[in-house]
């Protein structure tokens, strides 16, 4: 089991509280699209796609208890300020694992009888906007950039990285998360050569992705996909007007891991045999 464990915002971290504490540990509803039929019962627009959550909301409740009357007021005037604060929602799984979605703190209730000098019982309320809990991170990160240590980063864990030796080339992600990774960021750094076109696909039955880009990457440059954020930069200059997907390509998202193996195929131009495509994700977790 799990507990939520943290809020991290602009105005810093705060631990929340686990005296007496209710957990919610729901997973949020699903969005589905059926339709009901003349005939009776319905159709399932979804096919053999796994339907994902929307928006839902979480409730941590707990009891306010410090030593002296001070502390109690600090941290109850703390958690007041967060009211409709977006940050990160931290949960802790009893291994001491921790996993971070983007939410949102709705508000703060709370009760106190007039002889309870010494407690205070209070009810946090976040709306959940991502899409899976972040777990390990893939990827490269820096000091100072605003990340928690405790969320998924270790030091010299690098991004899943792959020299472009032959084209195509056939590439495996293992993706070790229970949840599908939607947002990854692909980068793909030209050698000592331009690249004139390439192709990335994913062909992991039901995940079937395609992307093409059909610009110039020169020697040296960088073509960052940003899949999360459905943004297309070759050497930091916006590229959308050379990117598309291809015929292949039968997902809502640009590009997604599943968890276990993923098939990756990449089909280039040019680039020599020293250029690099690696991939930055989450694991992601139900």
């Known amino acids: ?16 509280g686990q005296r007496m504490p209710s957990n919610d540990l729901s997973t949020g509803i699903v969005t589905t699209v059926p339709f009901s039929q003349l005939a009776g019962g ?41 009211k409709g604060k977006r940050g990160r929602l931290i949960r802790k799984w009893d291994n001491d694992v921790s996993q971070y979605v983007t939410a949102r703190i709705l ?33 490269t990160w820096t000091f100072d950039n605003g990340e928690f240590f405790d969320i998924g980063l270790y030091f010299d864990s690098g991004a899943d990285d792959f020299i472009l030796d032959a084209s195509p080339k056939s590439i495996t992600i293992t993706m070790e998360g229970n949840a599908i990774s939607n947002d990854p960021v692909i980068n793909v750094t030209a050698g000592s050569a331009n690249i004139t076109a390439i192709e990335i696909k994913n062909t992991t039955t039901g995940h079937l992705a395609e992307l093409d880009y059909i610009g110039t990457i020169l020697a040296g440059n960088t073509l960052k996909i940003d899949c999360g954020a459905y943004t297309v930069q070759n050497n930091a200059v916006d590229a959308d007007a ?12 640009w590009f997604r891991l599943p968890p276990g193996a993923n098939t990756i195929v990449v089909t280039f131009t040019g680039g020599s045999t020293d250029s690099i495509i690696n991939f930055d994700y989450y694991e992601a977790f139900a």
Request: proline letters at 0%.
């Open 107 to 139: 508000g703060v209730t709370a009760e106190r009888t007039l002889d309870d000098t010494r407690s205070l019982e209070c009810e946090i309320k976040f709306e959940i906007y991502s899409a899976y809990w972040h777990g390990d991170y893939t990827g």
């Open 1 to 16: 089991m799990y507990k939520l464990d943290l809020f991290q915002s602009d105005l810093g971290i705060l631990a929340l």
């Open 42 to 82: 319905g159709f399932d627009a979804l096919g053999t796609e796994q339907a994902s959550s929307g928006v839902y909301t979480l409730t941590k409740s707990f009891r306010i208890w410090f030593a002296t009357e001070a502390e109690r007021i600090t941290y109850f005037g703390s958690l007041r300020a967060l």
């Open 242 to 253: 050379d990117f598309s997907t291809g015929t292949t390509h039968t997902i809502n998202e």
